[in-house]
């Protein structure tokens, strides 16, 4: 006798990470899961509806960009009870910046599966624009993903200012807002002088990337009219030329033995 199955529980709600923005940059399995999906709930604000293109037609999507948790989580608990294959949509990587973790607890307490499919997230992006590499031998070997506090708040010890004492490679994401106060900190770790870049709307069409240095920041941000769905990064990494570079890796060093080469 076979064992009836139970559609609920095999259709478990997806969060999908949408990507920067190229809707090719979306991974396999999460281009797959657009497709099989009978709802998409997508942040509308930051993902763009390029990535509907791997919608069946005709399979209603939903811009979250007006909703509240509440009516987020409605929707979705109401498609799952109806047996509907549910994508909650969100850009980047949902685990970064994502606020998924709220509407996971949400679908927890009801009882509702849920299962999460990674994305890339814009720091990478904006690396591949740049032609960079954030961790190089001997410059740094530490990459931190943080962000200012603004109507969020940050933990005391994890600020800007107390992160930036490190002097290793950042991105620094949702702080367009507050430019001047990150120039100010930026220029006291890692000095005026400094070289950083702006990478706006990474891998989508109207992609821009500046490189400047810290104490100009905030004039090329306000010349070029950025003020968000930008990435401020900055590290000792972005001083580095393609004709410069003295440090390589071990990695394929010829007099280095590993595992797999003797």
């Known amino acids: 006798m076979k064992t009836k199955r139970n559609p609920k529980i095999e259709n478990p709600v997806l969060f999908v990470g949408a990507g920067p923005g190229d809707p090719e940059l979306i991974t396999v399995k999460g281009c797959n899961a657009l497709k099989r999906a009978n709802l998409v709930i997508y942040a509308g604000s930051l993902v763009p509806e390029a990535l509907l293109a791997w919608v069946r037609p005709g399979t209603p999507a939903i811009d979250s960009a007006s909703l509240t948790l509440e009516e987020i989580v409605a929707a979705m608990?109401?498609?799952?009870?109806?047996?509907?294959?549910?994508?909650?949509?969100?850009?980047?990587?949902?685990?970064?910046?994502?606020?998924?973790?709220?509407?996971?607890?949400?679908?927890?307490?009801?009882?509702?599966?849920?299962?999460?499919?990674?994305?890339?997230?814009?720091?990478?992006?904006?690396?591949?624009?740049?032609?960079?590499?954030?961790?190089?031998?001997?410059?740094?070997?530490?990459?931190?993903?943080?962000?200012?506090?603004?109507?969020?708040?940050?933990?005391?010890?994890?600020?800007?200012?107390?992160?930036?004492?490190?002097?290793?490679?950042?991105?620094?994401?949702?702080?367009?807002?507050?430019?001047?106060?990150?120039?100010?900190?930026?220029?006291?770790?890692?000095?005026?002088?400094?070289?950083?870049?702006?990478?706006?709307?990474?891998?989508?069409?109207?992609?821009?990337?500046?490189?400047?240095?810290i104490s100009g920041l905030a004039a090329r941000v306000r010349a070029e009219g950025i003020t968000r769905q930008a990435l401020i990064i900055v590290g000792r990494v972005l001083d580095v030329g393609l004709e410069d570079l003295k440090i390589k890796s071990k990695l394929y060093d010829k007099n280095f033995e590993h595992g797999f080469r003797s």
């Open 77 to 213: 608990a109401e498609a799952h009870s109806a047996g509907l294959r549910v994508v909650r949509l969100h850009t980047g990587d949902p685990s970064l910046y994502g606020a998924v973790f709220e509407q996971i607890a949400e679908l927890y307490k009801r009882g509702i599966p849920f299962r999460v499919i990674p994305g890339v997230t814009a720091a990478f992006a904006a690396a591949a624009a740049m032609g960079i590499e954030y961790t190089l031998p001997e410059i740094s070997q530490t990459l931190i993903l943080t962000r200012v506090a603004g109507r969020t708040s940050v933990p005391e010890s994890e600020s800007l200012a107390s992160l930036a004492t490190h002097r290793a490679s950042m991105a620094i994401y949702l702080s367009m807002g507050q430019i001047d106060a990150v120039v100010d900190i930026l220029g006291q770790a890692y000095g005026a002088d400094a070289p950083c870049a702006v990478v706006c709307r990474a891998s989508q069409p109207d992609e821009k990337v500046i490189r400047t240095r």
